[in-house]
């Protein structure tokens, strides 16, 4: 795909996305550190309704350590795999504390070494909190950046590392958080709503080009 297609690809989905807010709760970096480990093969609606009440009784790595594995498994029992995140989180409670002052790193290496985070969830911190350019690819940026033809591969680095190439600099703050929205409400896994999509004309899917 052309670079002019592109920008305009990201032009419009800034457009359409830029003034939707994330749709994890979160009021601190520890807070959205927690949602996005908890987020993995859950939905933010789940995860919003189980942190609104563990925020209010523990909402700091020493809190949450204090809680203990088996009460923060109550708070978080209806999101899946719940019994394994409790155990990543009071790990990685400790280890903040043990390591980084109870702060969140501003680091990737540090960020990934904590238990439950992997690339993605380092991403996420790094560009939402601490405001760098770098591109989360989950399942719906995957999909949805094969899909359209900004980028293509089979493994999620390498939709990374081509977005990172490809996307202009004035969109790539933004980009993993548009492409989500537009996987969320327009790209979905099981249709492509192509006859309400905004970029229908941009987008190199079979669909879009009458070649189904």
Same mark, same amino acid.
Do not use: Y
């Given at each position: 795909m052309n670079v002019t297609r592109i920008h305009q690809i990201f032009s419009r989905l800034k457009f359409l996305y830029s003034m939707l807010n994330m749709e994890l709760t979160y009021a601190s970096p520890f807070e959205l550190l927690i949602a996005v480990m908890l987020s993995a093969q859950s939905t933010d609606k789940k995860v919003n309704e189980a942190t609104s009440k563990l925020f209010l009784i523990a909402n700091t790595p020493q809190t949450l350590l204090e809680m203990g594995e088996a009460n923060l498994k109550e708070y978080i029992k209806m999101i899946g795999l719940h019994n394994i995140k409790a155990a990543n989180i009071i790990k990685t409670c400790s280890l903040l504390l043990e390591h980084h002052g109870g702060e969140v790193p501003h680091d990737r290496v540090a960020l990934e070494e904590l238990p439950g985070v992997g690339r993605k969830t380092a991403s996420i911190i790094l560009? %939402?909190?601490?405001?760098?350019? #770098? *591109?989360?690819?989950? #399942? +719906?940026?995957? /999909?949805? $950046?094969? /899909? =359209?033809? =900004?980028? $293509?591969?089979?493994?999620? @680095?390498?939709?990374?590392?081509?977005? $990172?190439?490809? #996307?202009?600099?004035?969109?790539?703050?933004?980009? +993993?958080?548009?492409?989500? %929205?537009?996987? @969320?409400? *327009?790209?979905?896994? /099981?249709?492509?709503?192509?006859s309400n999509c905004q970029i229908q004309d941009l987008c190199e899917y079979p669909v879009s080009l009458n070649l189904v």
């Open positions: 560009n %939402m909190v601490f405001g760098e350019l #770098t *591109v989360a690819v989950d #399942t +719906h940026v995957f /999909r949805v $950046s094969n /899909r =359209i033809g =900004i980028a $293509s591969g089979n493994k999620v @680095r390498d939709i990374e590392e081509c977005l $990172s190439k490809i #996307t202009p600099v004035e969109f790539k703050k933004d980009a +993993h958080h548009w492409l989500v %929205m537009h996987g @969320r409400h *327009v790209c979905q896994a /099981r249709q492509a709503h192509c």
